[in-house]
């Protein structure tokens, strides 16, 4: 009996050792794996010149209308972006709903041939997921739903040289189970949508519009 219990307590002790060995292995890990994407990009990193993500036409006569309309469509998805930065689900869903106002009102039809066909996809796409965006409370369901956005925006702004100012096309390579996901910012600054502030710089920047 003596030996027996001797022997239970020793195996209590081995197995004691060994969760704590293995929970300080996670934790080592987990770190790692932590300090490894908070510090991936800050903004400071640049693609080189003429890195492309996105492949678009590039039209050169563009209606005003359609440029003044892009622009605006551009500070708008911004709101929505940066809602989602701050993980706030309500002002996501009301920024949606801008969006999708926006979209439905631009002026595609004005357009012609190429112009008009690339555009009507692109702003097809934004209505689809602007209107998912909108229709949901659920911050994971929305942020789902932020990548084929921004990739048309991005594409229309890229298309028809909708703004001055330099965008910048910025990736994740952690969303979707590692698969990576893309947003855009009118900022060099990394600020992740996807996460928020749980890594808030993991990203960088994959091409940039003059």
Partial sequence: ?????????FMAMFVFASCSESQKTT???EAHDHEHHDGMAHGDNMPTTGTTVVETPRFDAVAEPMKRNLSQLLEEYITLKDALVESDATAAKEAADVVLTSANAMPVATLEAEQKTFAEQQVDRIRNSAAK??????????????????????????????????????????VNNNQG??????????????????????????????
């Avoid at 009996?1 to 307590?9: D, E, F, R």
């Avoid at 929305?142 to 956005?149: G, P, V, Y």
């Avoid at 600054?189 to 091409?207: D, V």
Wanted: proline share 4%; charged share 20%.
């Fill in 1 to 9: 009996m003596k030996k027996t219990t001797v022997l239970a307590a």
């Fill in 27 to 29: 934790e080592t890990t």
């Fill in 133 to 174: 965006i909108a229709g949901t409370n659920d911050l994971a369901e929305q942020r789902n739903n932020l990548e084929d956005l921004s990739e048309a925006v991005f594409a229309l702004t890229k298309a028809f040289g909708a703004t001055d100012q330099k965008v910048y096309y910025q990736h994740c390579p952690m």
């Fill in 181 to 210: 996901a893309y947003w855009v910012s009118t900022k060099p600054e990394i600020r992740n949508p996807y996460y928020g502030s749980s890594m808030l710089k993991c990203g960088s920047n994959e091409e940039v519009i003059n």
